[in-house]
């Protein structure tokens, strides 16, 4: 609800598409109502993998507008990041945020690792905006466990992609850890 509320309060006019398991669409229904939640959106079944989700949320977009494809679970998306996200698509056909990593990093191979220049790592985040017609016709192809999100679905189909500012806060929220920062960041989550 509160990455939703994000974008509404972003552009009130977006069209919000949510995609989520067929099994959670009553639970769904159960919690718009106890929390009172109004913001008009469409309910679309997902699918085996994100990959299977996206392409079903795709099937409602009509024309070739921007789409922007976002995890639910970044809740923390700020409005620079999503007016970003919308201008440099507008430019150049596809945008995708990133934050610079602060760790070290090192790749694995095998038993053996070694390390990678920070400034040659970026960290990919959502959303990802594309021109309609690119992204869709990019998802005309099969599943592929390479295709981690839909920039690497878009480069498969020989889409360059244009890499653009994210917020650092607009984390991925998948343990309950994460939740806690979260909570910390933003104060209390529904």
């Known amino acids: 609800m509160r990455t939703i509320e994000q974008f509404h309060t972003f552009d009130s006019t977006l069209e919000i598409i949510l995609v989520l398991p067929e099994g959670h669409h009553a639970l769904w229904e159960k919690l718009c109502t106890e929390y009172s939640f109004t913001i008009t959106h469409q309910v679309v079944a997902g699918g085996e993998e994100r990959f299977h989700s996206v392409k079903a949320g795709l099937g409602c977009v009509s024309g070739d507008s921007l789409v922007a494809i976002h995890d639910g679970v970044r809740p923390l998306v700020s409005h620079d990041t999503i007016w970003?996200?919308?201008?440099?698509?507008?430019?150049?056909?596809?945008?995708?945020?990133?934050?610079?990593?602060?760790?070290?990093?090192?790749?694995?191979?095998?038993?053996?690792?070694?390390?990678?220049?920070?400034?040659?790592?970026?960290?990919?985040?959502?959303?990802?905006?594309?021109?309609?017609?690119?992204?869709?016709?990019?998802?005309?192809?099969?599943?592929?466990?390479?295709?981690?999100?839909?920039?690497?679905?878009?480069?498969?189909?020989?889409?360059?992609?244009?890499?653009?500012?994210?917020?650092?806060?607009?984390?991925?929220?998948?343990?309950?850890?994460?939740?806690?920062?979260?909570?910390?960041?933003?104060?209390?989550?529904r």
């Open 84 to 189: 970003r996200c919308f201008a440099d698509a507008e430019e150049f056909g596809n945008a995708v945020p990133f934050i610079e990593p602060a760790d070290s990093v090192r790749i694995l191979a095998g038993d053996e690792s070694r390390p990678v220049p920070r400034s040659e790592v970026r960290l990919i985040q959502t959303p990802q905006v594309f021109r309609g017609s690119m992204i869709k016709n990019a998802y005309r192809r099969g599943f592929d466990p390479s295709f981690t999100d839909d920039a690497t679905v878009a480069e498969a189909d020989g889409v360059k992609i244009h890499l653009t500012y994210g917020n650092r806060e607009n984390i991925k929220i998948t343990t309950p850890e994460d939740l806690a920062v979260a909570g910390t960041l933003a104060g209390t989550l």
